[in-house]
């Protein structure tokens, strides 16, 4: 169980998205910003990935979801699971 302290600090590495969705039945923190679905770094307004060495356009974006393990937020880009989003309407 991560404590109220630590959440109010932890933010997405990709996006700096201080918005984490905390799960403490399956100990994972979930980003719900739109990140590219290549390298899960942040895209631009239009889609573009900010990731200059990626820098790949998409229509489709993936939310990143961190995994917790013994209190410690594994808050890494590569090792977090890429969960698809809706698209934008
Ligand atoms: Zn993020
Ligand atoms: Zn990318």
């Known amino acids: 169980m991560l404590s109220q302290e630590l959440l109010d ?8 998205g201080a918005e984490l969705q905390y799960d403490d039945q399956k100990d994972t923190l979930t980003c719900w910003n739109r990140h590219c679905p ?14 200059s060495a990626c820098g790949k356009p998409s229509t489709s974006f993936v939310a990143l979801r961190y995994r917790v ?5 594994i808050m ?4 977090a699971e890429k ?7």
Request: proline share 13%.
């Open 83 to 89: 969960l698809p989003l809706a698209p934008a309407e």
């Open 38 to 51: 290549f390298c899960g770094m942040p895209v631009n307004e239009s889609g573009t990935c900010q990731d």
């Open 9 to 16: 600090i932890l933010a997405c590495p990709s996006c700096k």
């Open 76 to 79: 890494i880009i590569y090792e």
């Open 69 to 73: 393990e013994d209190d410690i937020p």
